[in-house]
């Protein structure tokens, strides 16, 4: 694989640590040209550091691709974070744990905590995507012309939410999520005898996942977005079973793109879905055709 040199700094945005990957030379490059910024989210129980490789073989991919291709390409970071509890947020380590008959492995607010998590990492994207320019490019240098998404696992789930609920992201990559995680919880719920009434599954809860939901969005929500839909065969954490059908049916009109592929593998980004996801990020950000230009928010 072509190697491409990376620089990663951690910035302190309004108090989340924020990594941004970039190629050395970026801020060489004498031009005004927009940059693509690729959000990466982590697993349930991981943090930034497991994704650190995947950040980073983003460039070495493009590099190698690049060196053999003959269209025009953006310039783009790669933006990681700990979500919320995770990482160097942690603050309460049961909040990651599930249902179990195992008191101390119990976790009573399952529902509640993996929902909130998937929307506190919506929130902390949009809230990057507000400010990050300013941070990043402090001079003016250069601006942020698309904003993609992907994540694996918990960060699959949140991708889901954002396609739903952030305007400004048009393209997703949802590795190993659900698109329905409050019927997956459901799901897991009745497996371990757990009953669907509070406090595992409270009214509020039920309410928030009517606002969020994407399988409660009305027609065309998705119309326009760019998406792909990476699962694995013998996942049985999140399998696609619990996500076909809402996925098959997904309405991204004659603008948008839905591309699915059940790979290979259990609940884990392969280097196979890593690789595809590169593929489909640089299909749909990284080639400057004139349809990606008119289409970038």
């Known amino acids: 694989m072509v190697t491409s040199d990376v620089v990663k700094e951690t910035l302190n945005v309004a108090g989340l640590s924020t990594n941004v990957y970039t190629q050395a030379n ?24 497991h994704i650190d490789p995947i950040a980073r073989a983003a460039f070495s991919w493009a590099a190698e691709k690049g060196a053999s291709s003959r269209e025009a390409l953006r310039d783009f ?36 905590d993996m929902y909130s998590t998937s929307i506190g990492a919506l929130k902390d994207v949009s809230f990057l995507i507000d400010v990050l320019q300013s941070y990043v490019f402090p001079h ?38 659900c698109a329905d995680i409050f019927a997956l919880l459901e799901r897991g719920a009745d497996r371990l005898g757990v009953p ?13 996942v009517r606002a969020y939901n994407p399988t409660a969005a009305p027609p065309g929500a998705f119309v326009g977005k760019r998406i792909l839909v990476l699962s694995g065969a013998d996942d049985t954490v999140a399998p696609w079973s619990a996500s076909r059908a809402f996925v098959e049916a997904l309405d991204v009109g004659e603008r948008g793109r839905k591309e699915i592929m059940v790979l290979p593998g259990k609940h884990g980004c392969t280097d196979e879905m890593r690789d595809e996801m590169f593929r489909f990020f640089w299909e749909e950000a990284l080639v400057t055709r004139q349809e990606n230009r008119k289409c970038a928010l």
């Not at 031009?31 to 690729?38: F, K, R």
């Not at 669907?196 to 928030?208: D, G, H, K, M, Q």
């Open 26 to 49: 970026l801020r060489d490059k004498r031009t005004s040209e927009p940059v693509v910024v690729l959000f990466f989210l982590h697993g349930r129980t991981e943090s930034a550091d």
């Open 77 to 112: 970071i790669v933006v990681t974070f700990d979500q919320r509890n995770h990482g160097k947020r942690m603050v309460d380590q049961r909040g990651n744990l599930g249902w179990s008959k195992n008191a101390d492995q119990h976790n009573e607010r399952q529902a509640v």
């Open 140 to 177: 003016d240098e250069r601006t942020i012309g698309e904003w993609v998404l992907a994540g694996f696992s918990l960060g699959g789930h949140a991708t889901w939410l954002a396609l739903r609920h952030e305007p400004r992201i048009r393209i997703g990559i949802p590795i190993c999520g």
């Open 196 to 208: 669907r009434t509070a406090p595992y599954f409270p009214e509020s809860l039920r309410a928030l």
